[in-house]
């Protein structure tokens, strides 16, 4: 049995249907619906059981998660996606209890049923990449998150290293994914669906200017990966257990935001109309101009697969799923 918890969010409902492609059909969801109509998500995927996160939590709080499991199946994994993943969250309790005491539960709870546990970090840890974008757990306490979602994330990271757990579960720190199954994410949705949006409407896209001299406008750069990639790699760690660890999920490379605002208006056949805008001052003082993932570890670790290129994603993602109004899975 195959617990994913966030399993109707974007990369956890990417996860379902690369283990409902291998296969697998043996998995208990976990997640929050709510209002945010993310059930939409969960639709054209197969599993065995839902949970919603609080009665899952009391659970692990009274030890009767076992008897939840159907009879004769033991916990196989546990890959822990359910998390606030909102950077602007102002609310420091609440991130500390979603993101690291009910991360913690969790984890030890997998550790004493000898699961293998895979748990989603962030680049967002790595703050403005001043001691780089390397995932070598050596650096941890070095790193300076910039907002209080990146801190939570590493408070976890570290908690793990203290504990001398990193050699026997996997941290995932995933850069800017996007892709299909995104709808519910609200200001935290990606640029690609944010752009379709506003092209459809208006057929121009605005972009940030720059407040910096060495970036153009909108030529600030980030690494992107798509949905269907991070779950890939993502799950290399389910069926490769002799690796363990931080292990960064990108595209191992720099995307503008005019390069990823041309391959929307190209997938939309739309000529390029872009506005540059003021970035508000609540955010300048912590916005990213540039991450970059350094995955040679994850190579290393014998994920050899190749990152599908930035346009050929974005093609994908709006002829294929936000054109027909699809979901993964449909």
């Known amino acids: 049995m195959i617990i994913v918890t966030g399993g109707a969010g974007l990369i956890g409902s990417a996860v379902v249907q690369h283990l409902n492609r291998l296969g697998r059909e043996d998995i208990l969801i976990v997640d929050h619906l709510g209002h945010t109509g993310k059930w939409r998500n969960l639709a054209p995927l197969r599993f065995m059981d839902y949970l919603e996160k609080d009665a899952f939590e009391r659970m692990l709080d009274d030890g009767s998660l076992k008897g939840r499991l159907p009879e004769g199946r033991s916990l196989e994994a546990v890959i822990h996606l359910g998390a606030c993943s909102a950077t602007t969250e102002p609310d420091a309790t609440y991130l500390i209890r979603n993101n690291f005491e009910y991360s913690r539960k969790l984890a030890l709870c997998a550790l004493a049923a000898d699961a293998r546990f895979i748990y989603a970090s962030s680049a967002a840890t790595y703050g403005d990449g001043e001691h780089g974008f390397v995932d070598d757990e ?10 209080m979602y990146g801190y939570s994330k590493q408070l976890f990271d570290l908690w793990a290293l203290r504990q001398g757990l990193l050699d026997r579960i996997v941290g995932i720190k995933y850069f800017n994914v996007y892709g299909p199954n995104e709808q519910h994410k609200g200001e935290m949705r990606s640029l690609v669906l944010k752009a379709y949006e506003q092209i459809s409407a208006t057929g121009t896209l605005r972009l940030f200017k720059s407040h910096r001299p060495e970036y153009g406008d909108g030529e600030q750069l980030r690494d992107f990966v798509y949905v269907k990639d991070a779950a890939a790699m993502t799950l290399h760690f389910l069926q ?3 690796d363990s660890g931080l292990f960064n999920v990108g595209g191992g490379t720099t995307v503008s935001w005019n390069r990823l605002a041309r391959a929307v ?11 540059y805008i003021d970035m508000p001052e609540s955010i300048r003082s912590t916005y990213q101009y540039l991450t970059c993932a350094d995955t040679s570890r994850i190579r290393s670790a014998g994920y050899l697969d190749a990152v599908t290129p930035v346009e050929e994603a974005v093609t994908d993602y709006i002829r294929n799923y936000l054109v027909p109004g699809k979901r993964l899975g449909d």
């Open 138 to 147: 050596s650096q941890l306490p070095l790193l300076r998150p910039m907002n």
């Open 240 to 242: 490769n257990r002799s």
């Open 265 to 275: 208006f190209n997938a939309m056949e739309r000529p390029v109309t872009i506005e």
